[in-house]
């Protein structure tokens, strides 16, 4: 599947996209797709209609890896997110971001989506919000490089995991864990998130997070902040599922669903495998 | 400083370039300069003159931590390749590899410089050879995602470092560990390999690894792989130096310093800091 060849229509523009803030992108599919649809909307408010002009990222997994492409520098402007919207990568499982910074300097260490290693897997973690607290977290073996309360948190999560197992657990025990941890780490501040295994999403709600299947019947869809259309029908099959998890709607003319606050959803082969208290 | 601006020059090509293989690239400086000149020659070995079609990566520092560009692919004829010469990045630590494979699949995981996290820094690691009988080596935290005897050696490496140090040590102390753990995994195989931490480069050579340093006065230096120079005085500043550590010399009209086997040069603000026996 592709989002790539999107058609441009006679879309009139909405109203205040900056208030529309848009920080986390998540994509979790049943093949291999490109992102470009929905990172053009996410890179268009990264400095252009938005006001997160701090640095963007994009984590694309092959496999049990991610590759990962940072700028501490506005997405709207640049080059780089150009070229990856021109020459796109396919994937089963991505993960955007696009940055206001709340905490820490405008570098290449405090960029999300930041990425460990754990039992021999990438871990990709991006957030929207600010943990309070920090000196309550226990971060174990994994340190933070740059400055910001989302490092931090996510490893103080990544080392509850570690403490709970010493190998990789099931898909059910993982996203058990995961809920639970974060439902501690967020408790003071908020901490909205995506953070992907290879394998699974997980995409924890704490104030704001919709998320949409696209799947048969595909129709045409058109970005909030840009007027861009794609009609999804003519570069799908039948069976192709893809998970979209947003910040905030991308699209003006689809029906995306509201996270409930503290709740945390897991993806898996383009479908809602399980929404769980968190 | 730059190495972009290369002038095309009248040089004849030289004799089978294919022969002599580079895999391995590293660059560390006292200012920030971009890595243009030498991974052009690189690149073109990467699939074009050379054998090296398995994949490509590139690894820049900013800080503590490293941006990573990674192929599973022929590196000459890279789209991405061809952008990063085209918007250089500058830094002060880079560390490029083009592979030739001999163990592992050509897949994202198993593409060099692979990187760790490590008392909140970015490790980068890239190696030319193979190192044998990895049963004996220890993995510790450190876990590998791809199924290279590459990544194996480098959290073996990392794991001794991490046990021998609970916290970051002193430079002098880490580069006497990275060197005699180094000699006791690479003891069995070939461990040509280069590390980085963001603050220094180490250049182990097992059997084969080439450095010059650039300093004042500056010269042309014309590529070996390509019909390309550049005349570093022209782009330079009296104050540059710029170390930078080949499988084989890069260039021509230069003088490389050959390793001696079971050594390592630790290089720190473009100058040769220390060789150590490894």
Known sequence: MTETRARYMDCSKSGNVAERMCELLGMEC??????????????????????????????????????????????????????????????????????RKTRGQMTLANTHPFVRELWGRHFV?????????????????????????????????????????????SRAQLAQAVAAHSKRIGAEGTFNFLLGDGDQLYARCSTKLHYIVRKAPFKKATLCDDDVCVDFA????????????????????????AGEPNTMWVFRNGKLAKTLAS
Chains 1, 2 share one sequence.
Request: proline residues 6%; positive net charge.
């Open 30 to 99: 049943n093949v291999l797709t490109d992102i470009v649809f929905s990172f053009s909307g996410l890179a268009t408010r990264g400095g252009g209609t938005g006001v997160h002009a701090d640095g963007w990222g994009l984590a694309l997994y092959d496999g049990p890896v991610a590759r990962v492409f940072l700028e501490p520098a506005a997405a709207a402007y640049s080059p780089l997110a150009t070229f990856i919207r021109q020459h796109p990568i396919k994937t089963l499982l991505a993960i955007a971001h696009v940055r």
């Open 125 to 169: 973690f991006a957030h929207n919000g600010t943990v309070k607290r920090l000196e309550r977290l226990k971060l174990g073996r994994f340190k933070p490089a740059g400055r910001t309360d989302s490092e931090y948190a996510f490893c103080a999560l990544l080392a509850a995991l570690q403490h709970d197992f010493k190998e990789r657990p």
């Open 234 to 257: 003519e570069v799908t099959t039948p069976d192709d599922r893809v998970a979209v998890v947003a910040t905030m709607p991308l699209t003006r003319d689809e029906t995306w669903t």
